[in-house]
């Protein structure tokens, strides 16, 4: 067990700094790898960057997700160590609201991993959670190893897939499987963000409870109105806004110093 930091109360970063530990928790608990908490750091750097809030670009992305989730005939919503143990009842609210079932899926896939998993998505009131053991026996081609493997009800047969903080070769993958993809990842230059049909540039702790408000929002739509709204949505032009935001902010802070 590692030694616990107490992290006062005002300290400027306290928010920050609790989201790292739980993700050190995490990791001894095996939900979270060391890669995932290299991955954290990345993450944190393009959130310094865009102002650790959630601006316009990424509000617009996160309707047009919600109105694919609500459209889809079998959505399925991909859950990773780091999702785990930072958004579970999130993930699980989500899940709930959509409908869409909860999927372990990892890039680093062993047993142990797998239950550490689930456990953290039943603890948090999960029902059901596909993805686990002999259920994950479908394969992704064009992937390796234990990096490939997806549930036959799951993922595999999804038409639409919710993919936060993903890899890009795994991304790419599931694009020439054409699934219509959506993920969650602060950087939009990562191949991930580059490759989705959907990228929220937003912290997944900001993005999560945005998505379960927008699903609950939209659900009562018609689905004309729904497929408008995805109709409107165009991911390089927003990953365009989301640079254009960085670019800007960053003109602005040079300019003052
Ligand atoms: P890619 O493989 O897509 O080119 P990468 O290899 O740099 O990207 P991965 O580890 O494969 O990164 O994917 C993790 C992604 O999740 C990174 O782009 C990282 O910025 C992002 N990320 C990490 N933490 C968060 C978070 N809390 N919220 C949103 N995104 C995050
Ligand atoms: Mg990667």
Known sequence: MGVRLKIPKNHVRAASLRI?????????????????LIAHGRGEAFDYLIGEETIPAA???TRAAAAAL?????????????????????????????????????????????????????????????????AASARIPELF??????????????????????????????????????????????????????????????????LVAAVDELRSQERSVLKEILESFDNRKNLSNMLIHIRDRLTRLAEEQ
């Open 59 to 61: 509000l617009f992305a």
């Open 145 to 210: 190893s234990e990096r490939r493997k997806v549930d036959p009800r799951g993922i595999y047969a999804a038409d639409v897939v919710l993919v936060p903080l993903e890899d890009g070769d795994r991304t790419m993958a599931l694009k020439k499987m054409n699934k219509f993809v959506i993920t969650i990842d602060l950087n939009p230059l990562s191949r991930t963000a580059q490759t989705a049909d959907i990228t929220i540039v937003d912290n997944i702790i900001r993005a999560l409870p945005n």
């Open 70 to 134: 609500l459209l889809a005939s079998h959505p399925v919503i991909s859950v990773n160590g780091n999702a785990a143990a930072l958004v579970p009842g999130e993930m699980v609210r989500l899940s709930e609201a959509v409908p869409a079932p909860l999927e372990v899926n990892l890039f680093y896939r062993s047993r142990e991993r797998e239950l550490a998993v689930r456990d953290a998505l039943v603890a948090a009131g999960a029902k059901r959670v596909l993805g686990v053991g002999r």
């Open 20 to 36: 790292r530990e739980r993700l050190v928790e995490g990791e001894e608990n095996n939900v979270v790898t060391k890669s995932g």
